[in-house]
């Protein structure tokens, strides 16, 4: 087998090496590195998933997925699994414009009014069990406290993995799924723009449930927005965003969650609320957004956080780590849907369609997330002007609460789409603007409100256009 041409992959039906040698190295067994797993175990393939922590990640990450993620985990035979281990359903979102004001109610139900559910709970028993799960897959051996430092290479083509402890394992295909903070990344010599966007203050309140059973809610007017979602009977999770100028000291938190964000939460949640701050269950984790234009090269791909990252509040870096190794592994043809790849230059060749398939789903998210974010932050006079005009977007018709959740939850993935649904809410905030719907009495205040929104939206029309053109490019 001559491997630098490429010719012939290893046959793994009937290869009989030792598991230290797999067709397959993935890199993290975190959420994503174990769906990535679950997608390309076929029951021939040697899979060796290589963990750094010897037990549970203590940090806190995600745990709400949209029903985008929810129909991957179901392809996969993880839905089951994780709903036993507490995964509950959410139904949509409810987002609350201010203090004491009525919830806009968000569903997730199609078009037709099918519902589509998505699912929520704890992230350390979403990791445990989905590890759980995979080991028990044939052909799949998960080991922790293994930590990757670097990558093998023959030629330009990544061959295997090295180890803290010095051990090197070949494999024909490398899956990177160590985290947003994926050090294999820059090893690889993948660009990447790192932002600084907040920070998330994490609070798990008991005996309480939130005011929409099964949705996630938004509560806004308070320096950040605030996410409460339902982990489990009597358990709600709450994400305060905090910016980044912020004090970060745990008295000067609890202080700015008590004066700032409490009378943005209506009761009972609210008491619940600062009982659990009070009661040190806060977890303070900094928000980044990590942009990359490539996640594949010869030999690897990225998935998941690795492959960069958005600002948590749009929920949406499971359900794209899910998309993520539902495409990889329709492209490689693994898994029930194909053939397997052959040869080196066809796993490559996957390994790139796979690369404009993963950004072209990535880029509206990653665009809608910081749009949304900046909306709902509403810092500044554009930013007002364009929340409380898709506020009265979303009151107004079921359609916009419709297109708005498509986006959201992944079913819809085209920038078009996005930029289209801008300019819709472009329009009715400068329309309420011009005719003194909002709260600008003065005629000075809404043209300042109307000139921020236009120069937010020249940007997000001009940020659109730019990431459009550097794909394009490559
Ligand atoms: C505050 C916050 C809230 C969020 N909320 C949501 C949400 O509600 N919904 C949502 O969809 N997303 C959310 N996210 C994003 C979500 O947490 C991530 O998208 C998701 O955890 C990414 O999974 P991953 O497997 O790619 O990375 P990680 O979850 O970071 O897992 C990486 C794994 O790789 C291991 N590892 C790292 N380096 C190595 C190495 N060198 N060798 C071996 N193993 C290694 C780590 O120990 C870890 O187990 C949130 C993120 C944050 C920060």
Same mark, same amino acid.
């Given at each position: 087998?001559?491997?630098? %041409? ?53 940090? $806190? ?78 052909? =799949? ?10 990558? =093998? ?29 994926? %050090? ?63 004090? %970060? ?6 202080? *700015? ?64 780590? *899910?998309?993520? =190794?539902?495409? *990889? ?46 909306? $709902? ?98």
């Amino acid at each position: 087998m001559d491997r630098n %041409k490429g010719v012939c992959i290893r046959r793994s039906l009937g290869y009989q090496g030792a598991m230290s040698d797999p067709d397959v190295v993935i890199v993290g067994g975190g959420f994503v590195g174990c769906a990535a797993a679950a997608a390309l175990a076929d029951g021939r393939r040697r899979i060796l998933v290589l963990e750094a922590r010897a037990g549970a990640d203590p940090r $806190f990450r995600g745990e709400l997925i949209h029903p985008h993620g929810v129909a991957v985990l179901q392809g996969l035979g993880l839905h089951a699994p994780l709903a036993r281990a507490g995964g509950i359903d959410v139904r949509g979102f409810a987002v609350v414009p201010g203090e004491d004001a009525e919830p806009v109610l968000l569903p997730y139900d199609d078009v037709a009014g099918r519902p589509r559910r998505g699912l929520s709970m704890d992230h350390h028993a979403m990791v445990a069990s989905l590890r759980a799960e995979v080991s028990a897959r044939p052909g =799949v051996e998960l080991r922790s406290g293994a930590r990757v430092t670097g990558v =093998v290479r023959e030629g330009e083509r990544v061959v295997g993995i090295e180890t803290a402890d010095g051990e090197r394992i070949r494999a024909d295909l490398t899956i990177v799924a160590e985290g947003r903070h994926s %050090k294999l990344r820059g090893l690889l010599g993948i660009a990447q723009e790192v932002r600084l966007l907040s920070f998330t203050a994490a609070l798990l309140l008991d005996d309480v449930d939130v005011p929409h059973a099964r949705h996630g809610h938004v509560f806004l007017g308070a320096p950040g927005p605030v996410l409460a979602y339902s982990i489990g009977e009597g358990r709600v999770r709450m994400c305060v965003d905090i910016p980044a100028s912020a004090e %970060k000291g745990r008295d000067a938190i609890l202080a *700015l969650l008590r004066t700032a964000y409490a009378p943005f939460v209506p009761e009972p949640l609210r008491a619940a609320m600062l009982r659990a701050a009070r009661a040190d269950s806060l977890e303070v984790c900094a928000n980044h957004a990590i942009h990359t234009r490539r996640c594949a090269l010869p030999g690897v791909a990225l998935v998941g956080d690795s492959g960069g990252c958005c600002h948590p509040l749009t929920a949406t870096g499971l359900t794209t780590g *899910l998309n993520d =190794v539902r495409v *990889l592994a329709e492209e490689l043809g693994f898994g029930a849907t194909g053939a397997p790849g052959e040869s080196w230059a066809t796993v490559d060749a996957a390994l790139l369609r796979y690369q404009r398939r993963r950004y072209r789903f990535v880029r509206a998210r990653e665009i809608l997330a910081d749009a949304l974010y900046e909306v $709902f932050r509403g810092a500044g006079t554009g930013p007002l002007a364009v929340r409380n005009g898709i506020i009265r977007y979303w009151q107004g018709s079921s359609r916009a609460r419709m297109a708005s959740m498509a986006l959201l939850s992944g079913q819809e993935s085209r920038l078009s789409a996005f930029l289209a649904e801008y300019a819709r809410v472009v329009g009715r905030s400068a329309y309420s603007v011009i005719n003194g719907d909002g709260e600008e009495p003065s005629m000075s205040a809404r043209a300042a409100s109307l000139s921020g929104l236009l120069r937010l939206s020249y940007e997000k029309f001009e940020r659109s256009l730019v990431t459009v053109y550097q794909d394009a490019v490559g």
